[in-house]
């Protein structure tokens, strides 16, 4: 396996030859590329850039040090994002509780612009040697004696790499193929808008608010916005006035501290509310032979976990490590790398039922007797 030099397109088959290919370039894809590529893999990223607005915007105060192993933390702190000094939570009453960064040794957390901040890190994957290509990511990826490859097609050409890496997301395409199934520890789907604000935000913390329904997310972003998500039963995925900005309006109108911050701010909604699957869920196994699945694809947790963007590069950088101790011969890596995400998710899901048993003031209700019950 080489461990240097540029992606090579042999002259007469036209095949792309590498050493990783990547499948997926969000967050958790291109921090695996750039920890691959900085370790002198040859690194080739299928993957489009995300269209629209997206959640998924907060950074926990252990991103830093993350960003300080990719090479980005200057780059990051230059490109303005908000700091996340506390979270604060109306949960098991209407009282808010407060969690303050104050005393954690890492610093406090951030709110990024999502488009941003993954602008970045394909930057700097195209900057450390990855090859990124725009466009849809091989789906007819096969291993043939321990290498993977593609035909080629209008998007790519032949592809032939020794380790693929899935970063597909929650769809998870390239282990599924591989025959792996995803397990489902709950449902949840989020209701998510953007809200513009017409004074100053001068707030620098998560709040989460428990109802009825469920519970409210929000943010300030980048900008002068925040970013609002009810995460319910998936239920109200099927209710057609939920997906307005008057059904949401009326959703928001029944809680307490999200909506009088929303009304402190003069925030009004900006364009439809969607919605977006927000379920915890893992891989039967997120590794195999020759092949490893990071961010979403791997395992999927909600907000009350308060980890945000910070799972997917940790994962990403994890799985790189792993790839390149597998490279040089440690059979070990990629199943202590599955061994670590499977206590990760373990101890995730025991401490969200805590935390859902901790609320009992709708006992009845669809969501919390869900919750209750798992």
Not at 211 to 233: D, M, N
Not at 322 to 350: E, Q
Request: charged share 20%.
């Amino acid at each position: 396996m080489s461990t240097s030099g540029p992606l090579k397109t042999d002259a007469v088959t036209r095949e792309l030859e590498a050493d990783v290919v990547v499948v997926g370039a969000g967050p958790a894809g291109c921090a695996s590329a750039i920890a691959l590529a900085r370790s002198g893999l040859r690194v080739a990223v299928f993957g489009r850039a995300q269209p629209g607005e997206r959640i998924g915007e907060s950074l926990s105060p252990g991103a830093m040090a993350l960003l300080e192993h990719l090479g980005l933390r200057e780059r990051f702190l230059a490109d303005g994002p908000l700091p996340c000094h506390a979270n604060a939570s109306a949960w098991g009453s209407a009282a808010l509780t407060w969690h303050d960064f104050l005393r954690d040794p890492r610093g406090h957390g951030f709110h990024v612009d999502r488009a941003r901040f993954e602008t970045l890190l394909r930057e700097r994957a195209a900057e450390v040697g990855a090859r990124l290509f725009e466009g849809e990511a091989p789906r007819d990826l096969r291993c043939e004696n321990g290498v993977w490859r593609a035909e080629a097609s209008a998007g790519h050409p032949a592809v032939s790499a020794r380790y693929g890496v899935d970063a597909s997301g929650r769809a998870a395409s390239f282990a599924r193929r591989q025959g792996v199934q995803r397990e489902t520890a709950w449902e949840q789907v989020a209701l998510f808008a953007f809200a513009r604000a017409t004074r100053p935000i001068d707030e620098a913390f998560t709040l989460i608010e428990a109802v009825p329904e469920g519970f409210w997310y929000s943010a300030p972003v980048p900008g002068g916005r925040f970013v609002l998500s009810l995460f319910t039963e998936a239920a109200l995925h099927h209710v057609p006035s939920a997906r307005s900005a008057e059904g949401m309006g009326a959703l928001l109108a029944a809680s307490t501290h999200t909506r009088a911050r929303l009304e402190a701010h003069g925030a009004t909604l900006e364009g439809l509310p969607r919605f977006v699957d927000a379920g915890s869920a893992r891989l039967a196994t997120p590794h195999g032979p020759n092949w490893v699945a990071v961010g979403d694809a791997a395992l999927t947790y909600d907000p009350i976990s308060a980890h945000g963007l910070t799972l997917a590069l940790r994962t990403g950088i994890d799985a790189a490590s792993a790839l390149v101790a597998d490279a040089r011969g440690d059979t070990s890596a990629l199943p202590a790398y599955g061994a670590r995400l499977t206590r990760a998710f373990d101890d995730y899901r025991r401490e969200a039922l805590r935390i859902y048993r901790s609320e009992q003031r709708w006992p009845d209700a669809p969501y919390w007797r869900t919750r209750h019950g798992l």
